[in-house]
T-cell receptor, first 112, second 111 residues
Framework: DGGITQSPKYLFRKEGQNVTLSCEQNLNHDAMYWYRQDPGQGLRLIYYSQIVNDFQKGDIAEGYSVSREKKESFPLTVTSAQKNPTAFYLC???????????FGSGTQLSVL | EDQVTQSPEALRLQEGESSSLNCSYTVSGLRGLFWYRQDPGKGPEFLFTLYSAGEEKEKERLKATLTKKESFLHITAPKPEDSATYLCAVRVAGGGNKLTFGTGTQLKVEL
């Protein structure tokens, strides 16, 4: 079945630690996105990539980093510089000529 | 700055009690308005895309409409399985495929 797979479902970060969230898609989509969701707030865009080896900052990129070495994969690293990382992280993808976004099932990140 | 505002924040309905959710937007060139459904602990699921004022789309008990300033999601005779958070998002000119989301309406349908 085609879709977007995010892992892990739950992740815990210790103080000063970098953690990486995985996002893989087999929809053959060119564009991929990372959103952060906090209670009572809308989804906020962290980073997006419209093509392999290229990505742009979204509205809240500070403290995060990404890479796009393969079309299928768009991992997100939450660095120690992100002081408030606890949130629900959502990965999405879309084809360049169809703006509908398909979402993964999310990763809940918490701080120990 | 592009803004998307959803109301109400939360809505409780009895089964069969029809109602509407509102999404108002202020953007510099709308290129699409999207409705998603999100269940707790899961990713949003696509419902509709609307492109121009006057457009309407339906799916089962849901009907989405669009004007130049807002969109409504009408729920007719809801059932408990319609309980979810409904998200509205916009795509704007010059923004590629990025979506700007509202904060959502949390709907609970009770027996």
């Amino acid at each position: 079945d085609g879709g977007i797979t995010q892992s892990p479902k739950y992740l815990f970060r210790k103080e000063g630690q970098n953690v990486t969230l995985s996002c893989e898609q087999n929809l053959n989509h060119d564009a991929m996105y990372w959103y952060r969701q906090d209670p009572g707030q809308g989804l906020r865009l962290i980073y997006y990539s419209q093509i392999v080896n290229d990505f742009q900052k979204g509205d809240i990129a500070e403290g995060y980093s990404v890479s796009r070495e393969k079309k299928e994969s768009f991992p997100l690293t939450v660095t120690s510089a992100q002081k408030n990382p606890t949130a629900f992280y959502l990965c999405a993808s879309s084809s360049t000529d169809n703006e509908k976004l398909f979402f993964g099932s999310g990763t809940q990140l918490s701080v120990l | 700055e592009d803004q998307v505002t959803q109301s109400p924040e939360a809505l409780r309905l009895q089964e069969g009690e029809s109602s509407s959710l509102n999404c108002s937007y202020t953007v510099s060139g709308l290129r699409g308005l999207f409705w998603y459904r999100q269940d707790p602990g899961k990713g949003p699921e696509f419902l509709f895309t609307l492109y121009s004022a006057g457009e309407e789309k339906e799916k089962e008990r849901l009907k989405a409409t669009l004007t130049k300033k807002e969109s409504f999601l009408h729920i007719t005779a809801p059932k408990p399985e319609d309980s979810a958070t409904y998200l509205c998002a916009v795509r704007v000119a010059g923004g590629g495929n990025k979506l700007t989301f509202g904060t959502g309406t949390q709907l609970k349908v009770e027996l």
